[in-house]
Structures are given as structure tokens and as C-alpha cells.
């Protein structure tokens, strides 16, 4: 008996094959995809943007390998951000996570955030953030007006808002360093300073 | 091959029950005695309240559908857009986007549940656009920009 059980508890743990998958990529393509998601449903890592990293690859025109790569980088952030993060992080948390290693962040950066802001989603600051380090913002001292931002409970809206001042600020012809600092200390009045 | 022993307990369970006539009458009588449990209406007061509490929260958790998102683009140019991102499985014929009338405008309404979503806007089949009114990403792997959008 213990051992159907063993036999039903494994074929239960197995996956369908993803039939979106399947319909879109040649089937080495596919079939190692699969592996990498199923890689991710044992970690307990959300799935769903690796299967959405793999279509998108697939709508321009990207060959097998380069998507099978960029899946499998994606995997990779996700992992870590989890790390950083803490195990019951969310997937929309974890998604921001990689974008933010993406952008030049780090590990220990990002676990600060988290820190910084235990009880809420991180996703909405950590994009817009990530989004500021593409374009020049040092991720050290993102990091430490985001702790700021975070202990004032600055809210998402705030953060967009503030992604917008520091656009318009750049089309007046600011530049995004002092710009982003000037948007801070509106939230944050006293602490848009260099930490 | 018969099991005597079962057999036995068939025909046990066959047997009829005698039933004294008057029963019915003794059992009704019974329970006439059996002194209620009080505050018995309270009880039956909390339980209303717990199914009203109850109806209420799982109204509310079917209720929250899909939010509608409006995507726009302004693209003078161009004779069709499509929006391609991860609430369409990056599907670029599920998702075509309608000119507003009178305008240089393209729009698109999409339910979305919560979350972060990765899209990009795909002109004439062959130029893909990030959305210059929302966060951005840039894309190494693909070599195009895409826009965030994220849904509460």
C-alpha cells in the first residue's frame, strides 16, 4: 500500500506537458523549456513568466537556443530574487526581483528592500527603481533612498509619480541623477540627500 | 464458494422490526420532556450572521473579475497595431487594437487580473514599440524594449 502511494504521490507531482508550448516552439525547444519550468514548480517558483518568456522569444522570431538562454536566465533571477526575498515572496515580487538584477542591482540590495518593507509588495518600486538603474541611477544609492521611501511608506502611486517627475524633469533638461534625488526629497522632505 | 457466516448477517438484516403502534406517540412524547438547551436563539441568531458574513465574502471573491486596462498608442502611420504581451501568451493576432475615430490614436481594452504584466506594442506586423506612457524594461535577451504594466 505504502508503495502505491509513493507511485500515486510521483505521477500526482508530474506536469502535463505545456500545451502552449508545445503549439509554439520545435520540440527540443519545447521539451527543454519544459524542464526549466518544471525546474521552477519544484523550487516553488512561479512558472508562468518562464512560459511567457519563451512565447515572447517565439513572437520575434528568436531561435531555439537563444530562447531556451533567456529562459533560463530568467529562472536564475527568479532564484535569487526568491533568495533575497524570502520564500513566500510573490511571483509579481519576484519578476520585479529580476528585472532589478537586470538593471545592475544585487542580491544584498534587493534583500535590503525587503527589509526595509516586510508586509507589502515590492513589485510596483522595484520596476520603476530598475527601470531608474538602466538609465544611470548607482544601484547603492537606489538602495538607500528606496529603504527611505519604504520606512516613510511612500505608496505605488507615489512611486510612479515619482518616475514621472523625474521624466519631466529629463525632457527640461535635468539630469536623472539629481532629478530622481529631487523627486525623493518631495516625498521624503530632508531625504532626497546623497545617503 | 458460501460464507455461511455472512449469510447469516444477510438474513439478519432482512429480518423485519416489530414496532409497538403506539411508538410514535412515546417517542413525541419524549421529546416534549427533553428540556431545550438555553439561548438556543442566540445560537441560531450567529449562525444567520456567520452565513450573511459568509454569503458576503464569497459574493465579493467572485465578484473580483478581471480589471479592463486600456492600452494606447498614438501612431499616425501606421494601418494596424497589436498588442503582444504576457496576458496574450505573446499572441500577435489575438490582440488588435482599434483606431480611435478621428484621431492618430490606437486603443485596446483588456481585462487583467492583479499582477505584472510585460507587453509591447507590434505596428504594421513588423515594428515593435514599447509604450512610452508606462515603466519599461529593457530586453538583452530579444533585443527590444518592453513597457510594465501592473494591476492591483
Redesign the interface.
Known amino acids: 500500500m505504502i508503495g502505491l502511494l509513493g507511485v500515486v504521490a510521483v505521477l500526482g507531482g508530474l506536469q502535463d506537458p505545456e500545451p502552449?508550448l508545445r503549439a509554439?516552439l520545435d520540440s527540443v525547444t519545447a521539451r527543454t523549456v519544459e524542464a526549466i519550468v518544471d525546474s521552477a514548480r519544484i523550487r516553488g517558483l512561479p512558472t508562468?513568466?518562464l512560459i511567457?518568456?519563451a512565447?515572447?522569444?517565439?513572437?520575434?522570431g528568436?531561435p531555439g537556443p537563444?530562447i531556451v538562454?533567456?529562459v533560463g536566465?530568467l529562472l536564475d533571477g527568479l532564484r535569487r530574487a526568491q533568495s533575497a526575498l524570502g520564500p513566500g515572496a510573490r511571483?509579481?515580487d519576484l519578476?520585479?526581483g529580476s528585472?532589478w538584477f537586470?538593471?545592475g542591482g544585487s542580491p544584498e540590495q534587493l534583500g535590503r528592500l525587503r527589509l526595509a518593507a516586510p508586509d507589502r509588495s515590492l513589485?510596483?518600486a522595484i520596476?520603476?527603481s530598475?527601470?531608474l538603474l538602466?538609465r544611470g541611477w548607482p544601484p547603492e544609492e537606489a538602495t538607500e533612498l528606496l529603504e527611505r521611501l519604504f520606512r516613510a511608506r511612500v505608496s505605488?502611486s507615489a512611486f510612479?509619480a515619482l518616475?514621472t517627475g523625474v521624466n519631466d524633469a529629463v525632457r527640461g533638461g535635468a539630469s536623472l541623477v539629481p532629478a530622481v534625488r529631487a523627486e525623493v526629497a518631495r516625498l521624503v522632505p530632508g531625504k532626497g540627500q546623497v545617503p | 464458494m458460501r460464507d455461511d457466516w455472512l449469510d447469516s448477517v444477510v438474513r439478519e438484516l432482512k429480518r423485519p422490526t416489530p414496532v409497538r403502534p403506539d411508538f410514535d406517540r412515546r417517542l413525541g412524547a419524549a421529546l416534549a420532556r427533553t428540556p431545550r438547551p438555553r439561548g438556543g436563539w442566540l445560537l441560531g441568531v450567529g449562525a444567520m450572521a456567520a452565513g450573511a458574513l459568509l454569503t458576503t465574502f464569497l459574493w465579493k471573491g467572485r465578484s473580483r473579475g478581471p480589471a479592463p486596462v486600456e492600452f494606447l498608442i498614438d501612431a499616425p502611420a501606421a494601418r494596424a497595431v497589436t498588442l503582444v504581451g504576457d496576458f496574450n501568451d505573446w499572441d500577435r493576432r489575438r490582440t488588435p487594437l482599434e483606431r480611435v475615430i478621428g484621431t492618430s490614436r490606437w486603443r485596446a481594452r483588456v481585462p487583467l487580473h492583479g499582477g505584472l504584466y510585460r507587453y509591447v506594442f507590434l505596428v504594421d506586423g513588423e515594428r515593435w514599440v514599447a509604450d512610452s506612457t508606462q515603466l519599461t524594461a529593457p530586453d538583452p535577451d530579444f533585443g527590444t524594449t518592453v513597457s510594465l504594466v501592473t494591476v492591483r
Request: glycine share 6%.
Open positions: 502552449r509554439r508562468e513568466p511567457q518568456k512565447l515572447e522569444g517565439r513572437a520575434k528568436a537563444r538562454a533567456a536566465i511571483g509579481d519578476l520585479a528585472l537586470r538593471a513589485a510596483v520596476a520603476v530598475a527601470e538602466t505605488d510612479l518616475r
